[in-house]
């Protein structure tokens, strides 16, 4: 095979393309990845998923978030809060995750090139190296996992400086004394209440009249009571109809007449697929209007039968967690690599403070597809561990069918949500059923008791088995 040839060429170095593209080295495939930015990682290390997730952490640390439930509201580790002792721990994280990717790279002999890559046909790319020159490879076997960048709309005077998207947002040189963030999908409502950890005072504009409408509304009702508390002014149901300047602060106008100034504005108006410089036609690929590709969501193939596509490109559910899983599955069906079906059921986290977690259905999707339930709700302030956390807020819901008793959702609210979901993942997708957290003992003291006080909660109630 000649230098420029691979059984496996990978376009983009995201969790889907990282993903891939060492499952097909396992299997002995010959694999190329190109990654047009500076660094390998995607989206997930640089801009989103990490960064986030640092920024989030560091910001509880600094502030001393956890302890304010004992110590009281004006508690703080460290007094003044610049954002030079946020981007420090931000960039160790990140120089890690690049360093452990690299290495992993290495060790399963998948190859890199650094540049942006563009169909010439249907099975070569060139790729527009950073020296001027081009290179063209040829691929057996493509998957494009380019992944998606900030929706910016015309109207908006995006500057970089304090009208920013979500991009820009994890490399601000100062903090705000107040933010109003535009949309409250997960990334707005992840950074909104992050940045009110900060004792920035925050405003959180949304048009439709609810948010989050994905989540277990009774979660949403317990989560919208604690920013409230806290002093999150919430503008659901507002449209912003343009941004302005006074003193070089944005006020944001919403259709309702009511202005908003304040030192810095996050838009985030979604996020659209990044295919535009791909020249899908060479290849007879089209993407949609948001740029995204259509795929077989068992194969990834797209209607290119030896170009799969994964990750954020193809759309929902748009996760680190799930690109990584939608990358291996593409690279073993491209090499007959026999693996079973995918799961019913995925978590889905959201790091906002307090976080969120769920698995499995909903209340309302239970009520709309008419089976019989009931539920068992515990707060962490009943556990053990949650009174010597000092923690006053959280609560986690299940749901159970009443006639097999088996469990079919688990949502958490608050100190630990991410972690604890996987439990109740574990028993769903396994078709557990109540009985298990009834007949199973679980470590004391831990929040992980909150398990059985829901479903004892719910047994209360239950018909007998
Ligand atoms: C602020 C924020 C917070 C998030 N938080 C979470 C979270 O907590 N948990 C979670 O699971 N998910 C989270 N996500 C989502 C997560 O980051 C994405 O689902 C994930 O990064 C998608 O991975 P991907 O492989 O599809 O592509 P990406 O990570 O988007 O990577 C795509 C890569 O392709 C490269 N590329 C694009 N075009 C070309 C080209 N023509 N040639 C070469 N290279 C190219 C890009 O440079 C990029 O490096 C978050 C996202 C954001 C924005």
């Known amino acids: ?3 420029n040839t691979y059984d496996f060429v990978v376009i983009g170095s995201g969790p889907a393309g990282r993903r891939a593209a060492i ?67 931000l960039h160790m994280t990140l120089d890690h995750e690049v ?26 790319v060139e790729v527009a190296l950073e020296s001027g020159d081009t290179r063209v490879v040829t691929g057996e076997r493509f998957l494009i996992a380019v992944g998606t960048r900030p929706h910016r709309p015309a109207d908006v005077a995006f500057n ?15 903090l705000p004394r107040s933010l109003t963030v535009v949309g409250a999908g997960v990334i707005g409502v992840e950074y ?6 900060l004792d920035v005072s925050v405003a959180l504009v949304e048009s439709r009249s609810g948010f989050l409408e994905f989540i277990d509304q009774e979660l949403i009702e317990d989560f919208t009571h604690q920013l409230r508390d806290r002093g999150v002014a919430l503008r659901l149901g507002c449209k912003v109809a343009r941004i302005e300047f006074d003193n070089d602060w944005p006020v944001t106008v919403l ?14 108006a979604g996020r659209v697929g990044a295919t535009e410089s791909l020249n899908l036609e060479a290849c007879g690929l089209t993407s949609d209007s948001r740029g995204r590709l259509k795929v077989d969501p068992a194969t990834f193939q797209t209607e290119a039968p030896h170009i799969y596509a994964a990750g954020d490109v193809i759309g929902f559910p748009s996760l680190a967690s799930t690109s990584m899983e939608q990358g291996r599955m593409s690279a073993c069906h ?57 923690l006053h807020a959280g609560m986690m819901k299940m749901i159970f069918a009443l006639d097999t008793r088996r469990l079919l959702g688990v949502h958490i609210v608050g100190e630990g949500a991410t972690e604890l979901v996987h439990i109740g993942q574990a028993v769903l997708n396994l078709h557990g059923t109540l009985d298990y957290f009834i007949e199973n003992t679980f470590n004391y003291p831990t929040l992980a008791e909150a398990y059985k006080i829901a479903a004892l909660d719910a047994w209360n109630r239950m018909p007998s088995a």
């Open 1 to 3: 095979m000649s230098a």
């Open 160 to 174: 970089g400086r304090n009208i920013l998207d979500s991009d820009e947002i994890v490399d601000i040189p100062r």
């Open 23 to 89: 499952q097909a080295a396992k299997v002995g495939r010959s694999v190329l990845v190109v990654e047009k930015g500076r660094r390998v990682g995607g989206v997930s290390v640089h801009t989103g998923t990490i960064p986030s997730k640092t920024l989030r952490e560091t910001v509880l640390n600094l502030t001393g978030w956890r302890e304010r439930g004992f110590y009281g509201r004006a508690y703080r580790v460290k007094k003044d809060i610049e954002a030079k002792d946020l981007m420090m721990r």
């Open 334 to 390: 491209a090499f007959d690599v026999k693996i079973p079906p995918a799961p019913e059921y995925f978590p889905y986290g959201i790091y906002s403070v307090p976080e969120i977690s769920t698995v499995g259905l909903t209340e309302q999707e239970v009520r709309q597809r008419d089976i019989p339930y009931e539920c068992g709700v515990a707060r962490f302030r009943e556990t053990s561990r949650g009174h010597i956390m000092g």
């Open 99 to 124: 360093d452990v990717l690299e290495h992993q790279f290495a060790r399963n002999g998948v190859n890199t090139l650094r540049g942006a890559a563009r169909f010439v046909d249907a099975h070569r």
């Open 255 to 268: 259709d309702n007449g009511r202005r908003i100034r304040s030192e810095m504005v996050l838009y985030t």
């Open 192 to 197: 909104a209440t992050i940045f009110s950890a």
